[in-house]
């Protein structure tokens, strides 16, 4: 099925559902968005198939795991070893995300530890690597943001800014 079609007011209702609540039942989920139980399963399956619906999972803090230090690694390195640090990264429990960038960096990490000791052991293991340039989260003003899937993106050109 095209994804397109699924993205119906009835496919975009559900999606909101969804960010709100994964835990909701089908039957809940059909009630909200205004289709039968079976017609909701239904969609959600094609939602699965098409690539829409990713997956379901759940939110953990991660302090209650003694992970407190959240960072960004900014990884700079030459073609030569470019390969062999996205095998190496992908061995590390501390890297939670890793993004290929544009610009003069390469890679850019998000990384968990559970103290400074541990990050800085981190770091001096990347170092072999390439240029590594580190950033400490303070605070996280915005957190896993749903979707808009509503309706469309207010172009921040469009809103107003408050007076300073």
């Known amino acids: 099925m095209d994804s397109t079609a699924l993205m119906d007011s009835y496919g975009r209702k559900l999606l909101h559902e969804l960010q709100t609540n994964a835990r909701l039942s089908v039957a809940e989920l059909g009630r909200r968005i205004g289709l039968s139980a079976t017609a ?8 699965e198939e098409v690539g829409i619906l990713c997956g379901y999972t759940i939110a953990i803090d991660r302090e209650a795991l003694g992970l407190e230090i959240l960072a960004f690694i900014r990884m700079s390195c030459n073609g030569q070893q470019y390969h062999r ?28 530890t559970t103290g400074l000791a541990d990050l800085e052991a981190l770091i ?3 170092l072999p690597y390439g240029t590594v340039s580190t950033s400490l989260v303070l605070s996280t003003p915005v957190e896993r943001r749903s979707f808009a899937v509503m309706g469309k993106l207010v172009s921040v050109t469009k809103k107003r800014h408050p007076r300073r």
């Open 124 to 126: 001096e293991a990347l």
């Open 85 to 112: 640090l996205l095998d190496y990264v992908q061995t590390l429990e501390e890297v939670r995300e890793c993004h290929h960038l544009t610009g003069g960096d390469d890679l850019l990490l998000k990384v968990t």
């Open 40 to 47: 909701t399963a239904e969609r959600m399956r094609q939602m």
